[in-house]
């Protein structure tokens, strides 16, 4: 086993990069830059890309995982059916162990990307709240146009069988479970809100999900947004563009991120979030029922 450090991006494939390269820069990713392999898309973030899209029938493509260390992309390459260290493709280059999951799904772990220039994404000024007034002779202006997305958060999965598929990926990948769901009987968990164990450095409250319901098949992934009015802004601009809002706005119970979620041209579901909990190895996993995996402190689960 080793222990990754996050999601590093997610592959898809569209028969159309013209059209996906106008939704990626609508999203607010940057610099959709094509190579041999397709369409390489960035954030703010210093990672290299963290979308990719090659040329072909609509569908999803994989995943990736970062590894820590030179060392343990060797040690991946030893697990049973991976690749040995490959080449990445893209921006930044790097290395590559390919896998593939019970259900057919790619994934890669990948180190020794080159980093690219951060980015400065806009922002809002301080927030005055009821009790705390920071800002001060300055008024709050903010710039429309897309949400600039800073870093890809999480995938989601959906799984023939969610108790082997949580076996494969947490016996090889080292993910700890945020929180569990069961369905009817607490003792029939369908799916985990899953996150990497750094030991004492707090993480996103989830990586990556697989969910033990519905046919195998891509359900979305996140990308992290600077504020609450990156959120909003963003909304705006995609529904202005005439994209197919899928759910949104709100705030989650489990994770607590402020959502909103579109789909692209094909119909793959990407999510805006800010303001997402952050855990490290010490907390131990909840217990919850769908309702609660679903639900949002404010704001609903649907599109609107």
Known sequence: MIKVTDVAFVRFRAPDLDRMAGFLDDFGLIGAERGAGGLYARGTDPEP?????????????GVGFDAASAEDLETAARMDGASGVEDLDGPG?????????PDGFCIEVVHGRAPAEPLTPPRALPYNTGSERRRLN????????????????????????????REWYASR?????SDDIYLGDEQNIVTAFMRCDRGDVPVDHHTFLCIGLGEP??????FEVEDIDAVMLGHEHLRDRGYDHHAGIGRHILG??????????????????TDGDLLDASVKPGLMD????LGTQWGKFAAG
Request: glycine share 12%; aromatic share 14%; hydrophobic share 35%.
């Open 290 to 293: 769908p309702g609660t995996a």
């Open 217 to 222: 098949g891509f359900d979305h992934a996140a």
């Open 173 to 177: 990948f080292g993910f700890l479970s």
């Open 49 to 61: 890309w963290i979308h990719h899209t090659e040329e072909g029938p609509a569908g999803f493509a």
């Open 138 to 165: 300055r008024l709050q202006r903010v710039e429309r146009g897309p949400a600039r997305t800073k870093r890809l958060g999480h995938c989601v999965v959906r799984v023939s069988d969610f108790r082997r598929s």
């Open 93 to 101: 280059g790097g290395k590559r162990v390919r896998l593939t999951d």
């Open 256 to 273: 607590s991120q402020v959502f909103d979620y579109w789909r692209d041209p094909w119909g793959h579901t990407l999510e805006h979030f």
